[in-house]
């Protein structure tokens, strides 16, 4: 059975950064595309970003384009999502989940479509 846990979320000034970390038990990520998603109070969901598993070929949304940053560490069983020049629109609840994203040729791009995905870490951006 597939848990992920996020973690590294937090209260940030606009500007400031953070890196949100999502370990998995039960199952080697290395075998699995890993994306970002999140959800701001009152708003639908966002994807944010995706990894692509063995190729490492990575996906964001515009929005966060040039200041977040995905990367995975098989060996620890762990994705991370550095996220830096923080903005008040980037308050949301965090989540990873497995999928989130599909190749198809040459291109990869953001399906929605997770397997699993954990319980979230909150990200505040607020002064």
């Known amino acids: 059975q597939v848990q992920l846990v996020e973690s590294g979320g937090g209260l940030v000034q606009p500007g400031g950064s953070l890196r949100l970390s999502c370990v998995a038990s039960g199952v080697a990520l290395e075998y699995y595309d890993i994306g970002w998603f999140r959800q701001a109070p009152g708003k639908e969901r966002e994807g944010v970003s995706c990894?692509?598993?063995?190729?490492?070929?990575?996906w964001y949304a515009e929005s966060v384009k040039g200041r977040f940053t995905i990367s995975r560490d098989d060996a620890k069983n762990t994705v991370y999502l550095q996220m830096n020049s923080l903005v008040p629109e980037d308050t949301a609840d965090y989540y990873c989940?497995?999928?989130?994203?599909?190749?198809?040729?040459?291109?990869?791009?953001?399906?929605?479509?997770?397997?699993?995905w954990g319980q979230g870490t909150q990200v505040t951006v607020s002064s």
């Open positions: 989940g497995t999928g989130g994203c599909a190749s198809y040729s040459g291109s990869y791009y953001y399906t929605g479509q997770f397997g699993s």
């Open positions: 990894i692509r598993q063995r190729y490492g070929t990575t």
